[in-house]
């Protein structure tokens, strides 16, 4: 699996979502926050810049909506945004200033691993700038587009972006997408050119690509390195001086969301909030307008990014808040917090965030089902843009269907269950939401509607009383340098694609838009292109709605005998190539039996693609040694074993791994 | 024949003392096991006999191939080994309380490496002190390089009555990766000499699906060992054993061993050509003519108890010298020197004691018998399963009725047995039968119980 493997955008609706969080505030803070506890406190001042360090000192009631700014940074992946990160962090004494800071707000496993960032943080930074105080807070984005969503509501509690652009790679697939989320939100961009220390930068290329596709005008941008710190100074002058402050009230009613939410052990839940209006200090008596329960606040503060305890949070800012919650349910993201006294209408919160690539997950042992269970919700409740429904299959048993904003969304969701609650599971291979328009009034009646959304293949209309069948569309953006256009342009074809739109965004690198079904891209597109590419094309998508297509149910038999568990639905072009390989994998997992064993793939009653497993000719094995039976008994015992485990298809035995390596994604 | 006179006294005098044994060793005391379910009762024939098995642990290199269990000797501790299989004997054989010994085998390791006054003492051992006829089959492997070679006659003198000739190869460059430490030519001499001393008791062993082994040149090799073997052949196929050098060869690709689609054409060849040259396959891997089966072979097959004497020698007995009343396998200690100490300290080396529960001593039954062309025929199922019949096990499963449709199995008034091709995927068709026989079992009230699955270590019992 590639670490950038394409994600869904789902910009429409961000936008819906994003404007209608404006139409109630521009002030919205919405952050996110983990972690980050026993990181070190820098303790002195730092260059000029004063230091609020001292627990006790910090008055934020001297922080007036005037002297707070709201920022995120977003860039493609590796343009160096996470470094950018370290150094204000560093430089307004948020953290010390030591070698080891690298991606200091990167602290899921996951997230190292990988270099990338799956959750946004927050932290507020005292920033002293012409003798004023300043309160700044920063939240890191996910660079990659499976996070848009977590980009957008970044993006929806901030009045301005730092937008950072290498100046080696210049402009990518995901700078133009995350551009246009803070240019539709009507957020400040102040473009910064990173990586001016490398050997091969050019800053002027990058400049003017920026002009050319965002017309920013090229003297805005500011060149650093974030690595070094050069100019770092100035991006944080460029944040007060060119970001406005947010719109927000003390003297209104106290009105919060809840952002961000997880569980303390001893402490119970620990919410992250935005206030909106108002103010809050410990002992409130305060409301959760979802849920309508009453707690009262032992403690509030700041992150920064660690807890940082305060008396008071005023309207604009944005921190922690412990209230006595017992189960994360009670502190729902999305969720509106006021004073018990003083009822105030519900923020709009978030919207969920449409899945659109689905996989089933099942637990690796039926016994680990009520682990696994509470290890995904537990892990849902921090990503709310994982759907879950219960699913059972025949050969994998009881387990869920996923549904992701994109791959690399499901690889990290996947890993996270692995890594942080020790969940081993089996994941199916990535399906796509398909539709269907009924033509038989009864079935329109039946399902309350004329459309129908088809999740599992099992569900799939026939052909008869359907008019038409509707697919999920992209529009995916490729950045690539010119060479490899035309190994591009075939690859593209290959998967469906129409060609919108090509242009030169400078005389090496061309930008090419194209409508991909999206099944087409969720499993292995965004490999290829790298590999043809060697690496240097980018890519990013947005949902373009749904399109009429040529959908066929596929059935795979094994000798004549349908695998209920192995139907898929695939477009008419593509059948061919999908029941070929999908046979191919069937006959590497089934082991030899007695008789020889026909895997098919077939449409209706029309076999398209075939293997043949041969029938074992000979399956014993010689001696047993000096009356040495125990080895060969117990070998027998536990084949005998599987084979009560086995499942039947007809009189085929098939092993459950089978399944699994057939539905499994493939392993790159 | 040339066996010694013994004496054939058959010597009850460590009785007393058996019985006397601590009970530490009794594992049924919580059992109440019904008598009907003892092999005594079922059959008391079964109880009565035992054919022995001798091992001896060493060899003078290792094979490349062989995990088995061996040892290079440090030193000339022959005579201590002696005395302790001697008394190990002893022991085992008052604690099983046959009346009479079938057969003897022994095996190794390299037991041509033992003195043919070992093999001398060790059958005397037994005369003294249960019944072993005239004709009783004695059975030695031999490794036919020139020292073994020497020494036939003698233990032809010490009673041994058939030679087991591990040929292995007739090709010197596979000897040669298999690491022994004969030639062909030698190998041939010795089954020339082995013909001369015991006529029409000589087996050859040969191997197949070695490195490098072609379909073609193992065709030419079997009729090669045609023009000069005896009556009696036995086929294995070279298994790659983990921790052995050739299965790190393997692994490293610096070796390859012909795909299973091969040896089975290698196997199926085997069968053919032997059949036309008049040899009956008996078994999975053992053929003959002029019935000339090897009777020790056939008891463990048959489902007969079978004493184990030695380092990590298997035995399967019902130990009626303690009272006991179902069959247990039993594993001697593995590491010689250990062995030795525990025998001289206790009179046996038995490391590991499990008794069989009556579905598990069924299960060996029916693995056991199916080897055989013959299968199991009804009364030999009987023996050992008084109340469940063969087609009352057998006779309603779905997948038994799939393999008799498509001709693997049969099951009619004789036996259940495989067909021709059936016994070629036996390995297949027994898990089938298991799940059926452990169904059928299932169903039936339970009739043993308390000793199922019981592990008994006796190394610290006393």
Redesign the interface.
């Known amino acids: 699996m590639s670490l950038f493997s394409p994600l869904l955008r789902r910009v429409t609706q961000f936008k819906m979502c994003r404007r209608k969080i404006q139409h109630y505030s521009m002030t919205c803070t919405v952050f996110r926050h983990r972690w980050m506890k026993g990181l070190p406190v820098f303790s002195s001042s730092f260059r000029t810049i004063s230091t609020q360090t001292d627990k006790e000192t910090i008055d934020l009631s001297k922080f007036p909506v005037d002297k707070i700014r709201n920022f995120c940074i977003i860039a493609h992946i590796d343009h160096g945004k996470s470094t950018l990160a370290d150094r204000l962090l560093e430089m307004t004494g948020a953290i010390a200033k030591t070698e080891k800071n690298k991606q200091v707000l990167d602290k899921l496993q996951v997230e190292r691993e990988r270099g990338i960032t799956v959750k946004a943080q927050t932290a507020s930074l005292f920033y002293n700038h012409q003798g004023q105080q300043y309160l700044l807070n920063l939240i890191d984005t996910p660079g990659h587009v499976d996070f848009s969503y977590e980009v957008s509501r970044s993006i929806s509690a901030c009045q301005g972006v730092l937008l950072i652009v290498d100046a080696n790679q210049g402009i990518q697939a995901q700078t133009v997408a995350n551009f246009y989320l803070a240019f539709e939100a009507q957020l400040t961009v102040i473009p910064v050119i990173n990586k001016i220390d490398l050997k091969n930068a050019d800053p002027e290329r990058v400049e003017a690509q920026i002009e050319k596709v965002f017309d920013i005008p090229r003297e805005d941008c500011i060149r650093i390195s974030a690595k070094l710190g050069t100019n770092v100074e100035t991006v944080l002058q460029a944040v007060v001086n060119r970001i406005p402050p947010p719109v927000a009230n003390s003297h209104d009613p106290f009105k919060a969301l809840v952002f961000d939410s997880n569980f303390d052990h001893y402490r119970g839940v620990v919410a992250n909030i935005a206030v909106f209006g108002g103010r809050v200090r410990k002992g409130d008596k305060i409301m959760s307008a979802h849920l309508g329960k009453t707690y009262e606040v032992n403690e509030l503060g700041l992150l920064r990014p660690d807890e940082h305890p305060t008396q008071k949070l005023f309207a604009g800012q944005v921190g922690y808040i412990i209230a006595g919650m017992k189960d994360v349910k009670e502190a729902q993201i999305g969720d509106t917090i006021c004073h018990q006294e003083k009822p105030v209408e519900p923020l709009p919160g978030f919207k969920p965030a449409k899945a659109m690539v689905f996989a089933g997950m099942y637990p690796m042992d039926q016994s680990e089902y009520p682990a696994l269970r509470s290890a995904i919700e537990r892990l849902t409740l921090n990503d709310s843009s994982v759907t879950v429904q219960r699913d059972s299959s025949l050969a994998l048993g009881a387990g869920w269907r996923l549904g992701f904003l994109g791959l690399l969304h499901m690889e990290v969701f996947n890993q996270r269950l692995e890594q942080e609650y020790n969940a081993s599971v089996i994941v199916t291979a990535p399906t796509v939401p398909y539709k269907a328009v009924l033509s038989s009034a009864k079935l329109i009646k039946e399902h309350g509607s004329e459309e129908i959304t088809i999740v599992n293949p099992a569900q799939f209309p026939d052909r008869s009383v359907v008019s038409e069948y509707l697919e999920p569309m992209v529009l995916g953006t490729i950045f690539a340098p010119d060479t490899y256009t035309g190994k591009i342009m075939t690859l593209c074809l290959n998967r469906r694609a129409i060609q919108k739109n090509m242009v030169y965004v400078d005389d090496q690198r061309v930008m090419m838009k194209y409508l991909f079904p999206l099944n087409e891209i969720v499993v292995d597109f965004y490999d290829l292109l790298k590999s043809l590419s060697s690496g240097y094309a980018s890519f990013d998508y947005e949902n373009a709605g749904y399109q009429a297509a040529d959908l066929i149910k596929m059935d795979i038999l094994l000798n004549g005998q349908p695998v209920e568990e192995l139907t898929t639905i695939v477009h008419r072009d593509r059948a061919y190539t999908t029941g070929k390989a999908m046979c191919e994998r069937l006959k590497d997992s089934i082991p030899r ?3 020889e064993i026909a895997v098919q793939a077939a449409i209706g009653s029309k076999v398209i693609a075939r293997e043949t497993i ?1 029938a ?15 080895r ?2 117990k070998l ?2 536990r ?2 074993e ?3 485990k086995m499942r039947r298809v007809g ?1 085929v035995e098939v092993p459950k791994d089978a399944f699994i390596s057939v539905l499994k994604r493939k392993d790159k | 024949m040339k066996i010694n006179p013994v004496t054939r006294m058959i010597k009850r005098t460590f009785l007393a003392a058996g019985r006397a044994l601590s009970p530490g060793l009794r594992f049924f005391s919580l059992g109440e096991i019904t008598e009907d379910v003892s092999e005594r009762a079922a059959s008391p024939c079964l109880t009565k006999q035992a054919s022995l ?1 001798v ?1 001896w642990p060493y060899c003078l290199r290792r094979c490349t191939y062989c995990n ?1 269990n061996k040892y290079i000797p440090r030193e000339n501790n022959y005579h201590i080994l002696t005395d302790c299989l001697q008394r190990e004997t002893e022991t085992l054989l008052q604690l099983s309380q046959v009346s009479s010994i079938t057969s003897v ?1 022994f ?1 190794g390791g390299t037991p041509s490496l033992a003195h043919p006054s070992t093999i001398t003492a060790i059958l005397e051992t037994v005369s003294r002190q249960v019944n072993l006829s005239d004709k009783a089959e004695v059975s030695l492997e031999v490794n036919p390089t020139p020292v073994g070679m020497s020494k036939l006659e003698d233990y032809c003198r010490a009673g041994v009555n058939r030679f087991s000739v591990g040929v292995q190869s007739l090709q010197d460059d596979d000897l040669k990766i298999l690491g022994r430490d004969h030639s062909s030519h030698q190998a041939l001499q010795t089954i020339e000499e082995a013909r001369r001393l015991c006529p029409g008791r000589v087996s050859v062993d040969v191997m197949f699906g070695r490195p490098k082994q072609s379909v073609e040149s193992w065709e030419n090799e079997l009729s090669e060992l045609l023009k000069v073997c005896d009556d009696h052949v ?4 070279l ?1 790659l054993e983990r921790g052995t050098q050739l299965f790190k060869q393997v692994e490293q690709g610096e070796v390859t061993v012909p795909v ?2 091969v ?3 290698m ?2 060849c085997a069968r053919r050509t032997l059949h036309q040259n008049g040899f009956l396959q008996y078994e ?2 053992n053929f003959a003519r002029n019935n000339a089966v090897s009777h020790h072979n056939m008891s ?1 097959w048959r489902g007969r108890q ?1 004493i ?1 004497v030695g380092p990590g ?4 007995f019902v130990p009626l010298g303690e009272g006991g009343v179902v069959r247990e ?1 039993r ?1 001697q200690t593995l590491e010689p020197d250990m062995w030795i100490r525990e025998v001289q300290q206790r009179g046996h080396g038995t490391r590991r004691r499990i008794p069989l529960s009556h579905h598990e001593l069924l ?2 039954v029916l ?2 018998g199916m ?1 055989m062309a013959e299968g199991i025929n009804h009364k030999h199922w009987e023996m050992f399963s008084p109340d469940l019949g063969l087609h009352e096990v057998f006779g309603t499963s779905t997948d038994v009725q ?1 393999l008799l449709q ?1 001709g ?1 199995l049969i099951l009619d008034d004789r036996s259940l047995r495989c067909s021709w091709d059936g ?10 039968l ?2 059926e026989l ?1 169904t059928q079992i299932l169903q039936r009230p339970q009739r043993d119980h308390s000793a199922d699955g019981q592990t008994q270590k006796t190394s610290n019992s006393q």
């Open positions: 039996q007695m008789f041969k074992y000719r000979k399956n014993v094995l010689a001696k047993c040694y000096g009356g040495d039976i125990t060969k008994m027998l015992k084949q005998a599987g084979k009560k009189s | 098995y091992h088995f085998f095996g036995s086929l294995y196929q298994t299973d689609d040896t089975a054409e196997y199926r999975v891997s463990y079978y184990g020698a298997h035995g399967r396998a594993t299960e060996e693995v056991m080897r799939e498509s693997k016994l070629a995927l036996l390995d297949s068709i027994l898990p089938a298991m799940v452990e």
